[in-house]
Structures are given as C-alpha cells and as structure tokens.
C-alpha cells in the first residue's frame, strides 16, 4: 500500500502524478536512441529511467521489448516521442538561427537539448517545471558525464501559478526574440493557464520570436478511452494519462495568437511521419487522432 508520505513524494516529483509523463518521454527516447534507423540520439535519457523507483524496470533498448514494431506503447507511441523530439529540435535549432537569443522551454520534464544540440554561441535555454522535476533531473545529471551546450537555466515552477516573474528573475531579456516551446504539456494545464501562457508569451516576446506547442483537438478526450496507446500505456506502466489530461474545453490558442498578429501553422504528426519517412501513421480508434503541432512566429519588422 502507497501512504500518503510516499504518495505526496511521488506527485512532487517523477515517480508519480503528471511527472511520471517526464519518464515516459525520457524512455521513449532512450528507446529511439538505439534504433538502427533512430530520429534522435539522447544518452541522457536512459539515466533518468533507471534512476526513477517508478521507470526502473522500463525497458531503454528496442530488444528488450518482444514485438517492439507492434507494441503499441513502446512501439508506436515510444516513436511518436521520437518524432516529436526531432521535428521540435529542428524548429528549435531553425528559430536560434534565424535569431531567436533565448529558449524557453515550458514543461522541460527531462529534455536534454541543453546537452544534445550543437547551438549558436550566446544562447541561454530556461527550462521551466516543477521543482521535484528538476531536482531529480539535476540529481541524474550531476551523477553522468553532462557538460550543457548552451547556457542553462532550471527555472522551478508550477505553470498553473504566475510564472513571469520567476522566468525574468531568472535573467530572461524580453528585448530580444526567443524560441518557445510547450511540447507535451498543455493538455495537462487547466484553459486558464493556457490562455495566460498566449498572453504571457505574447507580451513577452520581441518580433522574430517563435512560438511551438502541441494540443489536442478532441472534445471529448474519453472517446479514445480504449484506444490501444491509452490502454497500453495505463496497463503495462501504470500510468493513466487520462486521468491526468485536464478535460475541460480548450482554449482557442491558434485564433488568440493569430489575433495579435502571430502567423501560424498547424500540422499534424502523420505530416511529419511523411516528411522524415518514420514514425507513426493513422490507425483506427487512434489517441493521436486529435494530436496537432502548432508552429506560430511573431514576423520580424513589421
Ligand atoms: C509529458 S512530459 C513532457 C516533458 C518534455 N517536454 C518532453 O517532451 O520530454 C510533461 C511535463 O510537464 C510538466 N508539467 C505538467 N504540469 C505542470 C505544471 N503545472 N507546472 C510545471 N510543469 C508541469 C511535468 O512535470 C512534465 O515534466
């Protein structure tokens, strides 16, 4: 039985609550990292999985996994991270070029692009999550090999709060254009915070900025309830993902950014799973159905 000591533990940190959804990420990852036709290299990732009581049995390399093409958690969903991961790494690597400064990184759980990418000099990346997140992140980090690529900045928050004065506080320059960034993260975030974060980010931002997140279109997330990601993903690692999706009606964040001005685009990952020739494809009864990724840019000059 789970009391309620190690309970509150658990939802401070990684090993339960909305931070296990950092794990699972992190061993995706570690999984892609040893595919033969691999979209992303992070020798970071396995140490967060076997570091964390609640990951420690996952599995980090494709054979430990029988079926791994038709498994449908670390198979189809595992390579559904690994896409993502470097469809964002590329925007992110393409803004920093074309003269974003900065890098925010709103729910960073264990992202390791401060570690994994070659960036421009002068670069400084926040990244912002719950304190228990970080802490255990820099805990792992401190015990591997890990020299930062650029300049970066934990920012420990809980996004649900004000999180604009931690974010300047902590050396942020609103003068100059940065790259934002809210992969996998706002489903679990009530609209309201949403709608602060558009705002926020639009006040904060200095023309050349860009903006990428990822949303889900469904109204009803609970219609893919038995799809076989969900299922798979709630059976074989205990975690109930929508248990954890806030429910409520989702804000329209395309239309907020359009109005003041921001150009965007929005894709789904099966465009990108033709684009790179891996990763998934549609299936029925598909939790990724509603999955869309947001690219938004605030124009430089006008
Ligand atoms: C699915 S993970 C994604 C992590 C990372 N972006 C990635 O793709 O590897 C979601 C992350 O959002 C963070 N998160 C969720 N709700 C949050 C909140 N209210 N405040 C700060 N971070 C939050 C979790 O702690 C977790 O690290």
Not at 40 to 61: I, K, N, Y
Not at 127 to 141: A, S
Not at 278 to 287: F, I, K, S, Y
Request: charged fraction near 25%; hydrophobic fraction near 40%.
């Amino acid at each position: 039985m789970v009391d309620t000591e190690s309970r509150n533990a658990a939802a401070y940190g990684v090993d339960g609550g909305v931070g296990a959804t950092a794990l699972l990420v992190a061993a995706a990852r570690a999984l892609e990292t040893h595919r033969e036709d691999s979209l992303v290299r992070d020798v970071h990732a396995e140490h967060f999985v076997r570091a964390a009581v609640a990951s420690a049995g996952w599995p980090v390399r494709p054979h430990q996994v029988p079926d791994v093409d038709t498994d449908p958690l670390w198979g189809r969903f595992a390579r559904y991270f690994g896409l993502r991961t470097r469809v964002l790494d590329d925007h992110l690597l393409r803004s920093v070029r074309e003269g974003a400064r900065q890098v925010v990184l709103f729910g960073a759980g264990l992202d390791s692009r401060a570690f994994r990418l070659d960036w421009p000099e002068d670069r400084v990346l926040f990244e912002l999550d719950r304190e228990g997140v970080l802490e255990f992140k820099h805990r792992v980090l401190a015990g591997a090999p890990a020299t930062p690529r650029v300049t970066r900045v934990p920012v420990p928050i809980d996004l649900r709060a004000d999180w604009e004065g931690a974010l300047t506080g902590a050396g942020f320059d609103p003068s100059v254009p940065t790259a934002w960034l809210a992969e996998g993260l706002l489903f679990y975030l009530p609209p309201a915070a949403e709608r602060q974060l558009v705002d926020a980010v639009d006040r904060l931002s200095a023309r050349g900025s860009t903006l990428a997140y990822e949303v889900k279109l469904e109204k009803d997330l609970r219609a893919y309830r038995d799809s076989a990601l969900y299922t798979a993903t709630r059976e074989q690692i205990g975690i109930d993902l929508l248990d954890l999706f806030n429910g409520e009606p989702r804000p329209d964040s395309v239309g907020d950014l359009a109005g003041r001005g921001w150009s965007t685009v929005v894709r789904t990952p099966f465009d990108f799973t033709r684009r790179y020739g891996r990763g998934p494809l549609p299936e029925p009864n598909d939790a990724l159905e509603g999955n869309r990724w947001v690219f938004a840019d605030k124009p430089a000059g006008s």
